[in-house]
């Protein structure tokens, strides 16, 4: 059974930082793309970062990109997204997703 299971969310300052991680298991972790996915209320989905099997290739999206950084440990069985640099306009539900599989989301409020 695939569990994805979040933590890392939080009240942070603009400017601030968080490290969202994400742990993975009930499937073949190291074969697949991994994706940070951010709904915020009232709002569509955004893909914010995504990872290749090995690490090799990850993207992000124009709101994000320099800010964020997305990682993945293999052995661990976990991705992680690093978060710099935040702005109120990322407070947001933070979500590990994995093809048609999602994690419970972790809160990201950027606050003063």
């Known amino acids: 059974q695939v569990q994805l299971v979040e933590s890392g969310g939080g009240l942070v300052q603009p400017g601030g930082s968080l490290r969202l991680s994400c742990a993975a298991s009930?499937?073949?972790?190291?074969?697949?793309?991994l994706n940070w996915v951010r709904q915020a209320p009232g709002k569509e989905r955004e893909l914010v970062a995504t990872?290749?099997?090995?690490?090799?290739?990850?993207g992000y999206a124009d709101s994000v990109k320099d800010r964020f950084t997305i990682s993945r440990d293999n052995a661990k069985q976990t991705v992680a997204l690093q978060m710099n640099s935040l702005k109120p306009e990322d407070t947001a539900t933070y979500y590990c997703?994995?093809?048609?599989?999602w994690g419970q989301g972790t809160q990201v409020t950027v606050s003063s």
């Open positions: 009930g499937f073949t972790f190291s074969n697949y793309y």
């Open positions: 990872i290749s099997a090995t690490g090799e290739y990850v």
């Open positions: 997703n994995w093809q048609d599989y």
